[in-house]
Structure formats: C-alpha cells, structure tokens
Nanobody
C-alpha cells in the first residue's frame, strides 16, 4: 500500500505562485509514477500533469504547459507541483495519485492505484 498526503494549498491572489507537496509512505515511492489532478465544484476531475519514476514530465497537449511544473525528490518520497501565474479558473481541490505504470493513459484517473485526500487551492482577484 501507498499512502499519499497533499499539502501546501491555500488562498492566493490571481498572478501569485504556490507550491503543492505530495508526501508518500508505504511502498518504495521511486517505483511509481505520480500524477496531479484537480476538481472544481460541479466539474469532473481533470488531469493536470504527471511525472514518471525517472523524472519525465507528462503534459496533456499544451494544457497548463509553461505555468505548472512537476518535480520529484525520491530521497524524500515527495512530489511537488509548482504553480505560477495562478488564475481564477485554477481554483479546485488538487489531488496527487500514484501509478505502478503510467502507460499511454497517464491522463486517465483509472490508471492510478493510490490517491491522496486533496488540498484546496483558491485563487481570488
């Protein structure tokens, strides 16, 4: 089993930056790919960005490319999501998830085996 805990969310103003953390415990974290998803009220959960066990970044097309950056520190069992130039539409609960094999379906929630509880990010004017 892998346990994931997100942290770093909060209330920020449009244009600000924020860094989220996903801390893992249990099985060897370095063996998993990790993805970030977000879900706004009344909307479906959507893929943000993912990172492989070797540090390769997966974006879905151009979505959020250039504003959001994912990284990982396997020694600390932690994955980070750096969010810059935040916009009102970025407001959501952000979840991290771990997958033994990202494959070609890295953007699909069903690919992931373990999920955290999420951390709230609220962007105001």
């Amino acid at each position: 089993q892998v346990q994931l805990i997100e942290s770093g969310g909060g209330l920020v103003q449009a244009g600000d930056s924020l860094r989220l953390s996903c801390a893992a415990s249990g099985r060897t974290f370095s063996a998993y790919g990790v993805g970030w998803f977000r879900q706004a009220p009344g909307k479906e959960r959507e893929f943000v960005v993912a990172i492989s066990r070797n540090g390769y970044t997966y974006y879905r097309g151009e979505f959020l490319r250039g504003r959001f950056t994912i990284s990982r520190d396997n020694a600390k069992n932690t994955v980070y999501l750096q969010m810059n130039s935040l916009k009102l539409e970025d407001t959501a609960v952000y979840f991290c998830a771990a997958a033994a094999d990202l494959g070609d379906s890295f953007y699909q929630p069903g690919r992931y085996d373990y999920w955290g509880q999420g951390t709230q990010v609220t962007v105001s004017k």
